[in-house]
């Protein structure tokens, strides 16, 4: 059973970056996507991005294109989330997710995804 927890969140300033982790306690299966997604007050949550178990597949929302990069370590079962050039409208609580049934053109519905953590705030002042 996968277990997650997600860190890194805090308060910034427009244009600064931040390194969000996502520590996988549990065992991960090859095949497995992790995924990253946020939720703003008052509006559903978004899909941000994801990685496959390898590493070698990679997928972001248009909106975070260009700015945040995934990444992980398969020695500490890690996946992270750089954000760069953050701006206000990334301000959310963060969520990692685990899809155990593998890369698919549907890895940015939170359906797919059976396990999360509890979040992690990012605010971006202006």
């Known amino acids: 059973q996968a277990q997650l927890a997600e860190s890194g969140g805090g308060l910034v300033q427009a244009g600064d970056s931040l390194r969000l982790s996502c520590a996988n306690s549990g065992r991960t299966s090859g095949g497995s996507v992790t995924g990253w997604f946020r939720q703003a007050p008052g509006k559903e949550r978004e899909f941000v991005g994801a990685?496959?178990?390898?590493?070698?597949?990679?997928d972001y929302a248009e909106s975070v294109k260009g700015r945040f990069t995934i990444s992980r370590d398969s020695a500490s079962n890690t996946v992270y989330l750089q954000m760069n050039n953050l701006k206000p409208e990334d301000t959310a609580l963060y969520y990692c997710?685990?899809?155990?049934?593998?890369?698919?053109?549907?890895?940015?519905?939170?359906?797919?995804?059976?396990?999360w953590g509890q979040g992690t705030q990012v605010t971006v002042s202006s």
């Open positions: 990685i496959n178990w390898s590493g070698t597949n990679k």
């Open positions: 997710a685990l899809d155990k049934s593998g890369w698919s053109r549907f890895r940015n519905l939170r359906s797919r995804y059976t396990s």
